[in-house]
């Protein structure tokens, strides 16, 4: 204990109990187990220290508060600090043995792309021999076994957690995303980067940032000299407001350090082109995953594993073989028209998701597209607004809508939808049952259509009224083409 008052500071309120042995953290009671300390954090409606009572009976043997919370603790001694939150992920990752100097951490932040840039750059460090850790939206992997995850980026003690066990398992790289939410909540407080990536920026969490202004300045939190190496995207507005003298650059609309000419798209999809470095270093590159957001993303990934002197050989091979989930994902039943499965739920990646299809698509574009509820509710019109400028069918659904009710999440995407002009939109449809709205697209769908079911994406689950359905667009989708095909 007095290790950890000293490592941040924090005052001890039993001196004499400064020999108690820490063995773990956490910030839920009802994990506890012998020997943690418990992280009992201020909140907008309770404080973590309620309960503390709960985790010394559970086996705590410290507990890391406000002074508030410390009035509410008895039996063992508390550290004490202003901010908590702020110094729990020093405090894990001193508990757990700073597993992330054993480790080599990429980390990629960014409103979109996170998901295929993380895949991209783990496929090329498992091409290139390394023994690999993955940590994102879609699933944790560890050693080869597969996690689901609950969060993009883990709360701070069980990030820490995480990665000693990937030190325990001979991991040498850890990929992961690394949230808004995860920068501004200190949840990779305590972890050193190898790498920081960025990605790109637009409208998104405005239900928990006020504006975009404050969105960004948590995203380059990332970049306030945590990462050893930092290399942004600059093809947008935001990314050349983090380039510094060091900074590694990526674009494909304008001159930086790397850049991607010859670009072409096959019939089926696939992309090729050719990534040019420093020092004249060329790489041909060959993608299964379609669109120019895309090879912003390949483009990204490459920058981020030559500053670590990955193989050339081995980022060919990680970019040709990488399959991300519910990220343009295929789901092909031998029919005559393509259909595509993607997590894209902002305004601006549905805008980039259906221009891709549109570009190798030679009949039209249906898009099956809903909105989260208890999520940014300003986003909703934009993203009916978007799709229905750029499809010749929107059938508006269903996302998660949580506590809300799903009428007005549709009619909040309607509202876009409709106030584009008749003669720049598609057909809008409403058809609040997923199932049947993702039925109904493929039921339109003939030789040379594109079907593009977005919003959920890799998820296996449907929110509604605090229950979990299960419900995965890919199987859906699946059963209707097979239905339609029958």
Not at 304 to 312: E, F, H
């Amino acid at each position: 204990m007095s290790e950890l008052a000293a490592t941040v500071d924090a005052h001890l309120t039993a001196p004499d109990r400064a020999h108690v042995q820490v063995s773990g953290v956490t910030l839920r009671a009802q994990h506890v187990r012998p020997g943690d300390l418990f992280a009992a954090l201020p909140g907008t409606r309770v404080h973590g220290a309620d309960f503390a009572a709960q985790a010394v009976e559970h086996g705590a043997v410290a507990v890391l508060t406000d002074a508030a919370g410390a009035e509410k603790v008895h039996g063992v001694p508390v550290l004490v600090h202003a901010d908590p939150r702020a110094v729990l992920g020093r405090l894990a990752a001193r508990v757990y043995g700073d597993p992330s100097t054993k480790l080599a951490v990429w980390g990629v932040t960014g409103t979109s792309g996170k998901t295929t840039t993380s895949y991209m750059v783990e496929s090329a460090l498992r091409a290139a021999g390394r023994a690999t850790g993955l940590i994102g939206t879609v699933e944790t992997r560890v050693a080869g076994r597969r996690l689901d995850s609950a969060l993009t980026t883990p709360e701070a003690p069980d990030l820490q957690a995480l990665l000693a066990v990937m030190v325990e398992c001979g991991t040498t790289d850890v990929v992961m995303e690394v949230s808004s939410h995860a920068l501004r909540l200190g949840r990779v407080g305590g972890v050193g980067f190898a790498v920081g990536a960025f990605t790109n920026l637009s409208q998104d969490h405005l239900d928990f940032h006020p504006d975009m202004e404050d969105y960004f300045r948590t995203k380059a939190e990332l970049f306030d000299g945590r990462a050893r190496t930092e290399v942004v995207c600059v093809d947008g507005e935001w990314g050349p407001r983090l380039v510094e003298d060091a900074t590694i650059t990526v674009a494909t609309t304008k001159p930086a350090h790397w850049t991607a000419t010859d670009a072409t798209v096959s019939a089926t999809g696939e992309q090729s082109f050719t990534a040019h470095g420093p020092d004249g270093v060329t790489l041909d590159v060959r993608l299964s995953l379609p669109g120019d957001f895309n090879v912003a993303n390949a483009l990204l990934a490459i920058a981020c594993l030559r500053t670590q002197d990955v193989p050339l050989d081995a980022i060919r091979e990680g970019l040709a073989n990488v399959q991300v989930p519910g990220r343009m994902q295929r789901v092909d039943e031998g029919q005559d028209f393509t259909a595509v499965v993607d997590y894209s739920h902002k305004p601006a990646a549905v805008a980039l998701a259906l221009q891709a299809v549109r570009a190798r698509a030679t009949g039209r574009v249906i898009t099956v597209l809903g909105c989260g509820g208890d999520r940014d509710t300003a986003k909703r019109p934009l993203m009916g607004e978007e799709a229905a400028r750029r499809s010749d069918v929107l059938v508006v659904t269903d996302d998660n809508p949580r506590s809300e009710d799903p009428a007005q999440i549709r009619a909040a995407m309607l509202h876009g939808a409709l106030s584009v002009p008749d003669d720049e939109r598609g057909e809008v449809v409403e058809i609040g049952d997923r199932r049947r709205a993702i039925e109904h697209a493929v039921s339109l769908a003939h030789a040379g259509d594109v079907v593009v079911v977005a919003g959920k994406g890799h998820e296996t689950g449907q929110e509604v009224a605090g229950v979990v359905h299960p419900f995965s667009d890919v199987d859906a989708l699946t059963e209707a083409i097979r239905g339609a095909t029958r």
